[in-house]
C-alpha cells in the first residue's frame, strides 16, 4: 500500500493514471491495455467484480486477489447510506476499509437511485430525491454530491453522475433525460476538477442516449468534448442482443481511441465478446457471483458450456447427488481441485455458508480465466477465432 | 492424502494410532503429547474445532489448516441424516469429501439424539428410537448402528455409543442409564472390532455417570477395563465449575495414564485449563465458531481479557463505529492483520457474510493459539503459571 508521502510524490511526478494501448487486435477494435492507478495496474480487458457494499459477496480480499483479479467495483449508493462516506474517509478510505490494495471504482450512485421503484425516487433538474433501502429516509443525489460522496469514499476510478432510464422510454423522454445527463456531466466534471487537486482520483464520463442512436451518437460526441479521463457507457442491458450491439457500435464510433472505455452492468459471455470486439475494455456485473449464490455454476466450452446453455447449470439438481467429478472438469481453480459437486450440492441443501464461498469462488475464477483467454486471444491476433469457439 | 495401496502397507505394519505422552509437567498433570493417525499427527492438548455438517461453518478447510488447527470433529447425527453414511462412504470417506486430508473424529451420535425434545426420541435397551429434525422421519440408533454408520464416514478417531443424560438426573435414574452406557460400550467395542479389521480406525470409550462421583469412578473402571484405544469423559457440562472439576478430577484416577484421553464439549477457556491441569488431551465445542456468527469476539488477557468478561466482547456495540483497531491488538491472525473493528462490526450490520468468515477465524485462530501457549507452557514446566497470569 502507498504511503501518503509517496502518494504525494506521486502527484507531483505526475501520471498517477494512465491508459497504456499495448496491442490493438488485426481484425476488429478489441485491444490490450494496461490501466495505470495510484493502487497498481489493471490490464484489460478486464471483468471487474462487484464488491456492492465494500465486500465481495462471501469472499475475502485475499481468495480475490488469489483468483487474480486486479480492481473491483463498490456501490456509492450502498456505502453512501451505510457506513456513509464520513465513516469511510475516516477510516482512510474505501481500500484501507475492506482491506483492498489495489485499484477500485465506484460507481455514481445513479443507477440504484433511478432503479428505485415510483414514489421512492423523484429528479429535477439539478438532481433527485430518494428514500433509503435501509430506513426510508430521505435524501438527495445531485452531480456535485456523487462527486463529494465518491471523494470521500476514496475509490481510484470514479463516474460521473447521470441519469438512467428504463429501457422502455421513448424518444422525447431520453431526449429530455440526456439533456439532463448532459448538464450534470459539466457540473460532475467541474466539482471533480475543485475536488481532485490530488489527482487521486479519475473520471469516468457516461454516455446515455437509450435506444436511440441519434442520441447515442449525440451523447458519445458530447462526452467525448469534455476532459474526462475515461469513458463509460451506460443503459446498455445487454437484450435484446443485436439492438444493443448496434447501438455500443454506433457509440464508439465517436469516441477517441486512447481513452479507456468501461461497459456497465454487463457481464454474459456472449456480451463479453460482443463488447470487446467493439473496443470496451472494463466491464461490471453482478452476474457471476449473484447467480453463484442461487447454485448456478460457469463452465467452460471443453466442459459443456454454451450459448444455448448461458456457459452454466444448477449445481442444486438431484442428478449432482452422488457426482465426483469437480464443479468444472477443465478449471483449475481452488474449488474444482479440491470438492466434488456431489459435496457443493449437498452444502446447498444443509444451508451451509461455506456453499457461497465455493460457488462465488468459482464463478469469479471462471470469469478471470474468460478474460485472461480474451487477453491472450487479442495478443495472438486470433480474438475473433477464440470467440468463434466460445460462440458455437 | 494417503493412497489406499499405501494405508493397506501402513496396517501391515502396525502402529497406524499411537499415543505417545511427550512431556509431563512437573507440578500437575497437564502433558503434552502426539496422537497419531493415517491422516496425520495431532499436538496435545488440542482444541479441536466442530464441523458439525462436514463443514466449520463460514470457513473453508484450507483456512482452517492455515490456522494451524491438525484435526476437526463432524457430527454422526447429522451426517447420517444427510447426506446420509452411504453418500459418503461413495465420496471416499468424510476427509475425501469435505477435502479436509487431516485427522478427523466423528462423535457417536448419542448426544445429539439425546438432546433431542421428548416425544422426538425414545429410549429402550436396545437402542434409542428418534425423529430426523430435517423431515421428522423415524429412525433409530443401536452402538452396533453407531459403529456403522461411523464406519461409513470413516473418520480416524470415533466414539462408542452412550446414553448422555439431563445435568438435574439423580443418582437412580443415573445408575440405571450407566449400566446401559456400559453395555452399549461393550456391544460397541465388539461390533467396532468385527468392522475395523485393517486397523483405520480408533475407538473411544465414553465414561459417563453424570454428577455423581461413585457412579463415574464405576464408570472409569470399567470403561478402563476394556480394550479401547482411547477414552472419552462424557456429559461434562462445565457449570457448576466446582462440581464439574471434581468429577473429572475422580474420574481421570481411575483412567490409564497411557491413553489419550477426550472431554466431549468443552471449550471455556476457564474450562481448558481447569481440565489440561487434570491431565485431559482433547476438547471439541462449538463456542468459538457459534460465537462468532452472533458477534461474540475473544481477546487474550494483554488486550483485556479475562474470567469476568469470559475472554469476549461484542462487536455488534455501537462503540466500535469508528474503532480503527483490530478485533484484538494482540494478535496476528489474518482477520486482525488486514482489517478493523469498524470493517467488521460494519459488515454485520450490512448482513454480509463475509461477517461469519472473519469473525470465525479469528475466533478458531484464538483457540488455536491459546493451545500453543498451553502447550509451551506445559513444556517448560510452567503451565500453572501460565494458568495463573490468565485466571486473574
Redesign the interface.
Known amino acids: 500500500m502507498l504511503s501518503n508521502k509517496l502518494l504525494n510524490r506521486m502527484v507531483l511526478l505526475g501520471n498517477m493514471f494512465t491508459f497504456k494501448i499495448k496491442h490493438k487486435e488485426e481484425h476488429c477494435q478489441a485491444r490490450t491495455g494496461i490501466i495505470t492507478t495510484p493502487h497498481g495496474k489493471i490490464h484489460t480487458p478486464a471483468f471487474i467484480p462487484v464488491a456492492t457494499?465494500?465486500?465481495v459477496?462471501?469472499?475475502?480480499?485475499?481468495q480475490i486477489q488469489e483468483i487474480g483479479f486486479e480492481a473491483v467495483l463498490c456501490n456509492t449508493y450502498h456505502l453512501y447510506l451505510?457506513?456513509g462516506p464520513n465513516?469511510v474517509k475516516?477510516?482512510?478510505g474505501l481500500q484501507k476499509?475492506?482491506?483492498w490494495h489495489k485499484p477500485t471504482f465506484t460507481d455514481s450512485g445513479g443507477f440504484q437511485v433511478f432503479s428505485l421503484k415510483e414514489g421512492l425516487c423523484e429528479v429535477d433538474e439539478e438532481g433527485v430525491d430518494f428514500k433509503s433501502f435501509i430506513d426510508a429516509s430521505k435524501h438527495r443525489f445531485t452531480p456535485e454530491v456523487s462527486m463529494q460522496v465518491q471523494r470521500k469514499l476514496g475509490a481510484d476510478l470514479i463516474f460521473a453522475f447521470d441519469q438512467c432510464l428504463e429501457i422502455s422510454a421513448d424518444h422525447d423522454t431520453t431526449k429530455r433525460s440526456l439533456a439532463r445527463t448532459h448538464a450534470w456531466a459539466v457540473r460532475s466534471l467541474k466539482e471533480f476538477k475543485r475536488l481532485n487537486r490530488d489527482q487521486s482520483q479519475a473520471l469516468y464520463g457516461i454516455v446515455q442516449g437509450g435506444r436511440f442512436l441519434d442520441l447515442r451518437e449525440e451523447s458519445a460526441k458530447f462526452i467525448a468534448s469534455l476532459d474526462f479521463d475515461a469513458i463509460g457507457i451506460g443503459s446498455i442491458f445487454g437484450d435484446p442482443k443485436e439492438e444493443s450491439r448496434q447501438l455500443v457500435e454506433h457509440t464508439v464510433k465517436f469516441l477517441p481511441e486512447n481513452k479507456t472505455k468501461h461497459l456497465l452492468g454487463i457481464g454474459a459471455v456472449e456480451d463479453l465478446f460482443t463488447y470487446v470486439e467493439l473496443g470496451l475494455d472494463t466491464f461490471d456485473c453482478v452476474l457471476p457471483t449473484r447467480l453463484a449464490r442461487v447454485g448456478y455454476i460457469f463452465i467452460h466450452p471443453k466442459s459443456g458450456g454454451n450459448i444455448k446453455n448461458k456457459f452454466r447449470y444448477r449445481i442444486t439438481h438431484a442428478e449432482f447427488?452422488?457426482d465426483?467429478s469437480p464443479l468444472d472438469q477443465h478449471c483449475d481453480c481452488?474449488v474444482c481441485k479440491?470438492?466434488?459437486r456431489?459435496?457443493i450440492r449437498?452444502?446447498f441443501?444443509?444451508d451451509?455458508?461455506?456453499f457461497?464461498?465455493?460457488t462465488t469462488y468459482h464463478n469469479l475464477h471462471f470469469f478471470y480465466r474468460l478474460m485472461q483467454e480474451i487477453r491472450e486471444g487479442i495478443e495472438k491476433d486470433q480474438f475473433l477465432k477464440l470467440k468463434k469457439k466460445w460462440m458455437r
Open positions: 457494499q465494500a465486500t459477496k462471501a469472499l475475502t480480499p485475499q451505510r457506513p465513516l475516516k477510516m482512510g476499509f475492506m482491506s447427488k452422488e465426483k481452488y479440491n470438492f466434488t456431489s459435496y449437498y452444502l441443501k444443509s451451509e455458508l461455506l457461497y464461498t465455493l
